[in-house]
């Protein structure tokens, strides 16, 4: 496996949440993204109750392949960053253990500086050191 810092991975991983430009955050997710990597977020209480209460157990909201992760990313920046004034950066407890690596964001507000709210990621790297899954947990 190609060796991969795991904070300069945490850095750039927020990074692509917060690029302005389509262009750049398209190349960033072709950067750190495997072409099949899968973005699998837990979503709020709210969605997970919802889901329960129509028998779905395992609720999970997923994105798979560039395409898909580019519009989740797009998107995520456009109500969060564009329209709420808030930005993301990564903490600085990022570490690996063979192809994981795991580390906490945070969400941050523009105006105030004052942090909002963050969470959880566990990332599994293919032998490239590239993303091929992605465990999202908002509110860890």
Do not use: N
């Amino acid at each position: 496996m190609i060796e991969v810092d795991p904070r300069d991975l945490a850095d750039r991983y927020v990074a692509q949440w917060t690029e302005p430009d389509a262009a750049q955050r398209r190349a960033a997710i072709a950067r750190l993204w495997a072409e099949d990597g899968v973005h699998i977020l837990q979503p709020p209480m709210e969605i997970r109750e919802a889901a329960a209460g129509l028998s779905f157990e395992h609720q999970a909201l997923d994105a798979q392949g560039h395409a898909a992760i580019e519009i989740r990313v797009a998107r995520s920046y456009e109500q969060f960053v564009e329209k709420a004034g808030l930005t993301f950066r990564s903490c600085a407890d990022a570490v690996r253990l063979r192809d994981v690596v795991k580390f906490g964001w945070e969400t941050v507000s523009v105006d105030t500086g004052d942090v909002v709210g963050g969470g959880l990621e566990i990332v599994v790297l293919d032998d490239d050191g590239r993303i091929k899954t992605d465990y999202m947990f908002p509110g860890a």
